[in-house]
């Protein structure tokens, strides 16, 4: 086997979610979920979210807000990765402090993931259905933040997704399109993601 | 994502998720007393689930009666298939043939901190089987492209950390036998070892045996 060198720094899963406003170009949520199966700050996950405050009623998770079990691993993922995706840039991930969550997760990856944050004041559940596509996209030698990176991961596109906070559901709809055989989604299940850092 | 030097895209993903790995050796020997390899499934044709493939010596007492060859699962095509399609071929397992065992149904509990050890258990209601490994070497990600497995043309990403310690466990009695590690290789190489976000991918065109 050839092996790819760097430093690895994180592997696990990353699914993202990003809602809009129906029948606008309004982003009302954008999030981003990290369950790290390996890191230099250990394993865990995080979930990085911004919501837009006006959409629903729960002001302590509205905004910018990092639930995390593993507080280390929530930094190094706003630092190194989430701050600097497209719709998380300048959200204040950068300074946002983790909020301790308790999480629970589970899949069926042809079909659907449930993700599960409990603050202990307040639930917020993540649902990704009807998964259309899985393809492993490796992309090497490319720049996000400071660093260079190779990235391995399986993108899967979805058709629906929801979030629900205290069991409110969040209006917003996920965006969809199709070129040929090429599908994206502002929904995505993300497995066996691995970022390396060139030397 | 700016600066994008290289993009690939592969469809025909058989298999994402984790695919540890034990080797034990009987003490001062090269004898095998134990093969066991894990597969964590997030996203196959049949589904996510867990499969433990397990060979241990025939007279390893901690077998006390039990079959020293099996397959234990939470989701019976999964376990077909992993025997099938991969370990079958997989050259650490040539000799130790598991393709008449009937998998049995089994719970299963993950836990790691990859920076340090992974643990997993497969309980059966009767019996409770346990790998563990530990003191990770460092990791690598690494590709194998066009590997030949059963006549169909495969690609492999993962992410490998090889151990110098691992046990693998039946009603928490270990079995006797050892890690070999060659920690001064580079990268360093273990009869134990993590796998962690493996990627199999079928290329189209590719024949099935």
């Known amino acids: 086997m050839a092996n790819t060198q760097g430093t690895v720094i994180f592997s696990g899963e990353n699914p993202g979610l990003t809602l809009y406003k129906p029948g606008t170009d309004e982003v009302v949520a954008a999030v981003s979920y990290w369950r790290s199966v390996y890191s230099g700050a250990g394993d865990g996950n995080a979930l990085l979210m911004w919501i837009d405050p006006s959409a629903i009623d729960a002001p302590n998770v509205t905004g910018t807000t990092i639930l995390a079990d593993n507080s280390g691993m929530a930094r190094l993922v706003a630092d190194r990765f989430t701050g600097h995706f497209e719709n998380f840039r300048d959200r204040g991930f950068a300074t946002a402090e983790p909020q301790q969550a308790r999480f629970v997760q589970e899949g069926d990856g042809r079909w659907y993931h449930r993700v599960v944050a409990n603050t202990g004041e307040d639930v917020i559940e993540l649902v990704w259905g009807e998964v259309l596509q899985f393809e492993l996209i490796q992309s090497a030698d490319f720049e996000l933040g400071p660093s260079r990176w190779d990235l391995a991961t399986v993108i899967c596109p979805c058709e629906i997704a929801m979030i629900t906070i205290n069991n409110v559901n969040l209006v917003g709809e996920v965006r969809v399109t199709r070129a040929d055989d090429d599908i994206k989604s502002s929904a995505f299940l993300a497995f066996s993601e691995t970022w390396l850092e060139r030397s | ?209």
């Open chain 2, 1 to 209: 994502m700016a600066g994008v030097s290289m993009f690939e895209i592969k469809s025909g993903v058989l298999f994402t998720g984790e695919n540890p790995g034990i080797t034990l050796y009987r003490p001062d020997s090269d004898a095998v007393v134990a093969k066991v390899s894990y597969w964590r499934c997030v996203y196959s044709e049949f589904g996510a689930g867990n499969v433990m493939l397990i060979w241990v010596d025939p007279d390893e007492p901690v077998l006390d009666g039990m079959p020293h060859r099996m397959l234990l699962t939470d989701n019976l095509p999964l376990a077909y298939f992993a025997w099938d399609t991969f370990t079958r071929y997989f050259p650490e397992f040539e000799g130790y043939d598991l393709s008449d065992v009937k998998p049995r149904n089994a719970r299963f509990s993950a836990e790691s901190d990859a920076r340090w050890f992974m643990r997993v258990t497969a309980n059966t209601g009767d019996a409770m089987f346990e790998a563990a490994w530990w003191d990770i070497l460092g990791y690598t990600l690494r590709t194998r492209n066009a590997w030949i497995l059963g006549g169909r043309l495969m690609d492999l990403t993962t992410v490998i950390g090889p151990c110098a310690s691992g046990a693998f466990r039946i009603n928490s009695r270990p079995v006797a036998g050892e890690v070999r590690a060659d920690r001064l290789k580079s990268p360093p190489s273990s009869s134990a070892f993590l796998a962690l976000s493996e990627t199999w991918t079928e290329r189209a065109g590719s024949m099935r045996e």
